[in-house]
């Protein structure tokens, strides 16, 4: 038992790593992170319901998590096959398609969150 549980925090430990990577060399990442801090900054001037900060903190969620497979899709294909290949650029393409598909419907969510209260401000 006590070998599961050393397990389970050597596992925090790798996906730790994983994140400071993301953050550290990922140009994207740093740009989602921005957007991060600006809308939660603005959650709380805004002082918006519960719901609203589920439906912001999911949206940070699907992006995030979203930049993060596709960060280690391009890793795995490019040591996978290091030179061009049509079949690779799709995986890597596709991935990215991800990514944005989670960043409009993010920014469409934040839109119906936050525009309603800028004109009232």
């Known amino acids: 038992m006590i070998k599961f ?7 925090f430990g790798f996906a730790t ?5 993301l953050f550290s ?7 989602h992170l921005m957007a991060v801090a600006l809308v939660t900054a603005a959650g709380f001037v805004f ?16 992006v995030i998590c979203g930049e993060a497979m596709n960060t280690a899709i391009e890793k795995l294909c490019d040591k996978v096959s290091p030179d061009k290949d049509p079949l ?3 995986a890597k393409d596709v991935a990215a398609g991800g990514v944005l598909i989670a960043a409009i419907i ?16």
């Open 5 to 11: 549980w050393k397990d389970r925090i050597r596992s």
């Open 17 to 21: 790593e994983g994140l400071k990577y």
């Open 25 to 31: 060399n990922e140009g994207n990442a740093k740009v």
């Open 47 to 62: 002082h918006i319901s519960s719901l609203e900060w589920i439906a912001v903190l999911l949206c940070i969620a699907m």
């Open 88 to 90: 690779i650029k799709i």
């Open 106 to 121: 993010s920014v469409i969510i934040a839109a119906i969150v936050f525009l309603p209260k800028i004109f009232t401000f």
